[in-house]
């Protein structure tokens, strides 16, 4: 039961966005755009280009996940939406998990689209670390989902929306973003999953402590 | 449930009494530090806030759990006003800390990570201020307690990381540690001085402060009510 209602929720998510492409076509333009420009920013010094590339990997992603969170929730907020979907469910953290998994969903995508670019532009060869870049990628999109989902509910409800999200979502996701860019410089400059467990622990501890709060606290977040 | 006004005179006389032998220990009593000089009594006050800045947040995720249980506004109330306070506190922490660093680090800022801690705990909590700017609306209150409760079970976390991050790079410079546990007596007594006049003066300010805000909000229900009634 508890599955068929996020399972529901999450396909009724992705058909809408099916449709419109919305969130996912801001959110890529966006990454890209805030790659291309820390390009400009750096300059062509090849050997601080490599230094740096993690954090602007991270940052681009972050910056596109803010945005897509944004967008996420005020579709919920245009007519109601989130009030018609509450109305519906007996386990309100269905929901929850539903909109972390959509948002971790696009998350990903973008990912996937924005890194041979980042590969390309930055000439660091991504595909020879993929396999252990990919656990680094998955926890920290799911961190940031978590994190991204909780405070995208909340801020939809507050004036300045727009300026509260980001406000609230960067600082407490600092560990977060601190993990993940040094587990990605660490893998490009070729180490192994085995000399980054601190980092994986660290995102796999923040990860679990901020789902099982979430779980606890979303009731109150929605409640009427 | 207020309390009545000898009272707090009394408590007012208590706080700014010990605030003033604690004033007297500091820059009459305790004798300048060897190395340091004159700069390092600012450690009594730097420590102090920076005490004063985790009891204000401690108080704030401790009040954020109870609102969310209770639904009581008075909880609410106690979390809004130990937030301010510790903003407050931060940033004279975040202020003593360079005074402090300048001289002795020959640098106004490290990324050292107790500083960088100080530094991102104070946006977590100014921006939990600003979540909460407006009158007293009880769907705000309880995004606050979430925010309160998920900003202080950040910090260990946020701890771990920057300690992580900082081992990437070598000190900048040689940081000395100003251990209780090395301070010779006066030293230490003067700092348990400074220390009770800080938390004095924060239980006094949250006094103030929750009755400030239990006042505002009575007054908001009595406008609400006195419309509702010209409405009729």
């Known amino acids: 039961m508890f599955m068929r209602q996020v399972a529901a929720i999450f396909m009724k998510d992705l058909k809408s966005e099916w449709r419109t492409r919305e969130i996912f076509t801001s959110m890529l333009v966006f990454a890209v755009l805030v790659v291309v420009v820390f390009n400009f920013a750096i300059g062509a010094d090849s050997e601080l280009i490599r230094q740096v590339a993690p954090g602007v990997l991270w940052v681009a992603l972050l910056f596109a996940t803010v945005l897509g969170l944004q967008r996420a929730a005020q579709m919920e907020h245009e007519d109601d939406c989130l009030s018609g979907v509450l109305l519906t469910m007996g386990d309100r953290s269905a929901l929850f998990i539903a909109k972390t998994a959509g948002n971790m969903l696009y998350l990903l995508l973008i990912t996937l689209c924005t890194l041979p670019l980042f590969s390309i532009w930055f000439r660091i060869n991504i595909l020879s670390h993929i396999a252990p870049l990919s656990v680094v990628l998955l926890l920290g999109m799911l961190g940031f989902s978590i994190i991204g989902t909780l405070f995208s509910i909340i801020t939809l409800n507050t004036r300045t929306r727009e300026i509260m999200l980001p406000l609230l979502f960067l600082p407490i996701s600092v560990p977060l973003t601190i993990a993940s860019v040094y587990a990605t410089a660490n893998l490009i400059v070729g180490k192994g999953l085995s000399d980054i467990t601190d980092y994986l622990t660290l995102m796999g501890v923040f990860d679990i402590v901020f789902l099982v709060i979430a779980l606890l606290v979303f009731d109150t977040i929605v409640e009427e | ?232």
């Open chain 2, 1 to 232: 449930m207020r309390a009545p006004r000898i009272y707090n005179v009394v408590y007012a006389a208590a706080t700014y009494a010990i605030m003033i032998f604690a004033l007297w220990g500091v820059f009459v009593y305790v004798p300048t530090e060897q190395v340091q000089g004159i700069v390092q009594r600012i450690f009594y006050f730097h420590v102090s806030s920076a005490f004063t800045m985790f009891l204000a947040f401690f108080v704030v995720f401790v009040a954020s759990i109870l609102y969310l249980w209770k639904r009581l506004a008075w909880w609410d109330h106690i979390a809004a006003s130990a937030a301010e306070i510790g903003v407050v506190f931060c940033t004279l922490v975040l202020i003593t800390g360079p005074i402090w660093a300048r001289p002795i680090w020959g640098t106004w800022w490290s990324w050292d990570p107790t500083l960088t801690l100080t530094l991102v705990l104070w946006l977590i909590y100014v921006a939990y201020l600003m979540l909460r700017v407006g009158a007293y609306d009880e769907r705000r209150a309880r995004f606050a307690a979430v925010l309160g409760i998920i900003g202080f079970i950040d910090v260990p976390i946020i701890r771990w990381s920057v300690e992580k991050w900082r081992t990437i790079h070598p000190k900048p410079v040689v940081i000395q540690e100003g251990g209780t546990t090395g301070l010779p007596s006066s030293m230490l007594f003067t700092f348990l001085i400074c220390l009770a006049a800080f938390v004095f003066l924060f239980s006094y300010l949250i006094r103030e402060r929750v009755s400030l805000a239990q006042s505002q909000h009575e007054l908001e229900r009595l406008r609400h009510d006195l419309d509702i009634s010209l409405l009729r």
